[in-house]
C-alpha cells in the first residue's frame, strides 16, 4: 500500500495584491501597506510560514525609493525581536537619518549581526552600537581591537557595559599615548594596578628625560627625585588595589623586576602591611595566610626576611613596621600613615637592644625618605641628632 506524499501547508496570502501596490500605488498607499506588513510580522499569531510568505514584499518596501515610507515601515519593524537577516541588513546600510536609530534600538540585533555590522558599517554605524545596553562579548572585544578611538571613547562611558582586563590592556595598548584616552582609563575605577602602574613608570620617565635634557638639576638629585615620585605612584596603586587585583599587580613588579626593597621599605614606612605582606609571599613563596602569621607574630620575621632574599640593611625597619601593626591589631586601632610611622621611629629607639647603636641613622634615613610628611621631618630631625650625638 501506498503512503500518500505529505503536502506542506499552503497560506491564502495573495502577495500579489501587494507587489500591485508597490508597483502603481503612491506613497501614502505603500506607506499604509508597509505598516499593515509590520504589524502582521509582529503578530504572535502569524505563522513562521506565513512570515516567509510576505517577506518578499518586506524586502521591496524595506528598499523602496521613497525615504518616507522606508522611514515609516523601518520605525515599524524597530520593536520587532526577530527580523530577516537580510531585511536588518538592508536597513542597516540604508542612509544614517534611517539606519542608525534602528540600529540604537531593535532588540533583533544579536550577537551575530553586531559583529557583521560593525565589521561592514562606518564609524558612525560602530559608534551607534558602542553605545546599545547589554553588548555581548564579541562585540566589546571586536571594538576594542579594531574600532577608532572615537568609538572606544563611547564605549568606555557606556555605563551597561563591563570591561575586562583584557579589553584594558587593548586599550592601553592602542591609545596610551593619546591624552584624551588615557585620560578616560585612568578615571575608571576597574582599570587594573598593572596599568595604572606602566603609566606612573612612563610618566616618571618623561619627568627624568625632560629635567636631563634642561639641566634644571642636578642628574644624580634629578634621578633620585623621579625614582622616589614613580615609587610613591606605584604605591599608592598598590594600596588601592583590591584584594583581587593586588596578587597580579606584585607578579607583574616582580616578572619586570620591578619590585625592589625599597618598595617594600616604603610600604612598611607608611602602613601599607596588606602590601608588604603580599610582596614577602610571592618573593618567599609562602601563601599569604602563612605570612600574615609571621608578620603579625613577634620575633618570626627574621627567617622570613632572610628567605625573601631582602638586604640586611632594611631588617629593623620592617620588624618594627610588622610590631606597630601587630600592637594596632591587639589595640583595635587604625592609625594614619603619619601616627603609623610616628610608631616605627619610638619602636626603633625603645625596643630593640640587639639593634647595634649604627643601624637607628640607618633606619631613620628610610623613615625620612619613605615615610608620610611629618613623620619624614621628624626622623630627619632625630638622625641629626643621634649623629651629632655620635
Not at 605612584?233 to 593586588?246: E, F, I, K, N, S
Not at 625592589?260 to 610582596?279: D, F, K, R, W
Not at 586601632?333 to 603619619?338: F, Q, R, T
Request: charged share 20%.
Amino acid at each position: 500500500m501506498q503512503h500518500a506524499t505529505k503536502q506542506e501547508p499552503t497560506f491564502g496570502l495573495d502577495i500579489q495584491v501587494f507587489m500591485d501596490v508597490i508597483a502603481c500605488g503612491d506613497a501614502a498607499r505603500r506607506t499604509t501597506l508597509a505598516l499593515q506588513i509590520a504589524r502582521f510580522l509582529g503578530d504572535a499569531a502569524t505563522s513562521p510560514g506565513e512570515r516567509e510568505q510576505v517577506l518578499p514584499v518586506a524586502r521591496r518596501l524595506v528598499a523602496d525609493a521613497d525615504a518616507g515610507v522606508r522611514r515609516s515601515f523601518i520605525d515599524a519593524l524597530t520593536v520587532l525581536r526577530v527580523l530577516d537577516a537580510d531585511l536588518l541588513f538592508t536597513i542597516a546600510s540604508d542612509e544614517e537619518e534611517i539606519a542608525l536609530p534602528f540600529l540604537a534600538a531593535t532588540p533583533a540585533l544579536d550577537g551575530l549581526r553586531m559583529l557583521a555590522v560593525l565589521r561592514a558599517g562606518g564609524e558612525t554605524r560602530q559608534a551607534v552600537i558602542a553605545m546599545r545596553p547589554g553588548l555581548p562579548a564579541e562585540a566589546v572585544d571586536f571594538i576594542t581591537r579594531e574600532a577608532s578611538l572615537a568609538v572606544n571613547a563611547l564605549l568606555l562611558e557606556n555605563a551597561d557595559v563591563t570591561l575586562g582586563a583584557a579589553h584594558f590592556r587593548t586599550l592601553y595598548q592602542r591609545f596610551g599615548g593619546e591624552k584624551a584616552m588615557l585620560d578616560l582609563l585612568l578615571a575608571r575605577p576597574d582599570l587594573p594596578p598593572v596599568i595604572r602602574i606602566v603609566q606612573a613608570r612612563r610618566a616618571a620617565a618623561s619627568i627624568h628625560a625632560l629635567l636631563t635634557e634642561r639641566h634644571w638639576l642636578p642628574s644624580a638629585l634629578s634621578a633620585e627625585l623621579v625614582a622616589d615620585a614613580e615609587e610613591n605612584a606605584t604605591l599608592d596603586v598598590l594600596r588601592q588595589a583590591g584584594p583581587h587585583d593586588l596578587p597580579p599587580a606584585i607578579a607583574f613588579l616582580i616578572d619586570n623586576q620591578l619590585l625592589t626593597p625599597s618598595l617594600i621599605v616604603h610600604a612598611a614606612c607608611q602602613g601599607a602591611m596588606p602590601v608588604v605582606i603580599e610582596c614577602l609571599a610571592q618573593l618567599s613563596g609562602l601563601p599569604p595566610r602563612k605570612v600574615e602569621e609571621q608578620v603579625y607574630q613577634r620575633g618570626r620575621l627574621r627567617a622570613l626576611h632572610a628567605r625573601c632574599g631582602l638586604p640586611d640593611s632594611c631588617y629593623w625597619t620592617l620588624q618594627a613596621a610588622c610590631d606597630v601593626a601587630a600592637d594596632e591589631r591587639e589595640d583595635g586601632l587604625n592609625h594614619s600613615a603619619d601616627e603609623f610611622g610616628a610608631h616605627i621611629i619610638e619602636t626603633l629607639l625603645t625596643r630593640y637592644a640587639a639593634m647595634p647603636p649604627a643601624e637607628q641613622p640607618r633606619n631613620l634615613a628610610f623613615l625620612g625618605r619613605y615615610a608620610a610628611e611629618r613623620t619624614r621631618h621628624l626622623a630627619t630631625r632625630l638622625k641629626a641628632d643621634l649623629q651629632q650625638a655620635a
